[in-house]
């Protein structure tokens, strides 16, 4: 009994001293969050990476090997056992660094373009360099799953990744359009998420659509459903282009995110929020279409507002004034965060991620095929695991122990 008065007394104490106690804030859903449309259309849009990037990765090396040439053997050379196993392997070495080159094309260009684009959007809006990006990302990702040459693969994929230099520019993006603290963690959380995502269904998706004439042979092969010619090879055109199917789905879906961000996505950029989009009044109209003819029900009219002007800015004054001291408060101590968080340049973090990616698959590539040609294929793996050892050996040392020393001291 004692000890629950005395309980009672200091946190009546604590309350007095520090005011009344904060009331414990509502979990945020991912319904709760403003401008639902908005972060849709983003999170479209933010799929242009992992599709670009991604999707080539499980059939990779059967695309660079039909756009590499076989080097033919010199003339006086033995067709022996042993010089076809060394032939073998001096073209899967080459097919290896090409691969490695062709991966890096991508994130390469996207880390020279980061800081243009963040320029382009500061000038001219975060809208028309996200639009730019997916439109030149529709027309590169289809031109190259109908090319036959490697440096037409070299020069497509790097024109995708000069379309998508845009990441934090939609990063810039979510945090105007999402301007409330405790919504900004969910906000903040959908395009990784999205993105993620995108990367786990483009990889499955990739796989299962390379070459569909075997992989769908009960579709369109020989015998397929969609095999209206009676090809023996199956489909004609995928007999010819086995490797267009998946660039062509990723075209598709940023064609409809284009699609989108054109109609819909509105500008955030302060001071070009209220200049006229044609794309958005086009939009607006559609829209307006939609739920005029299809959405309305015939049998119930509109209800008239019986309010004037004076009573409904009232009951907006009235619903505003409902928010609680502790949330008001909760905002001002987190204008800081806003403010930093709006800042419309993407950070130096994506341009040294998008660095990695670029020298990491040349890197490997260049290795492996050393390990190939010289019989040792795990060399790239060891060599990697000792990387990461020296790195969280100096992140331990260099980092933690500074840490360590000023909270002993």
Known sequence: MQ????????????????????????????????????LFILAMCRLSEPLSSVCLLPYIFYLVRSALPRESPSPGTDNSTGSSTDSFGNHAARISAYSGLLVASFPLAQFAVSLPSGRLSDAHGCKLSIV???LISVVANAAFGFSRSFGALIFWQTLSGLANGNVGIMRTMTAE??????????????????SNSGMFASLALGGILADPVINLAWLLGPDGLLNLSHDSRGVQWLAEHPYALPALMNASLLAFALILAILWLRETLPGKEDA????????????????RNILRRQDQPYMSLNMDEDDLFNSRQGRHQTQSLVELEEMKEARDIVAVLEIPSPTPGNMLASLARAVGPVAGGAIYAAGITEGVVGTVWWLYLVVICIAADAW???????????LNE
């Open 177 to 194: 359009i999402v301007k409330e603290p405790r919504f900004l963690t969910r906000a903040f959380l959908l395009l990784p998420l999205v």
């Open 132 to 134: 730019t990006g997916l």
């Open 396 to 406: 331990c040392f260099g980092v933690q122990g500074p840490k360590e020393k000023e």
């Open 3 to 38: 000890h629950r008065q005395s309980r009672e007394r200091s946190q009546q104490r604590v309350a007095g001293d520090n005011g009344p106690p904060r009331r414990r804030q509502p979990d945020v859903g991912w319904l709760d969050l403003p401008n639902k449309d908005q």
């Open 276 to 291: 006229r989009d044609v794309g958005l009044l086009t939009g607006l109209e559609i829209s307006r279409c939609i739920r």
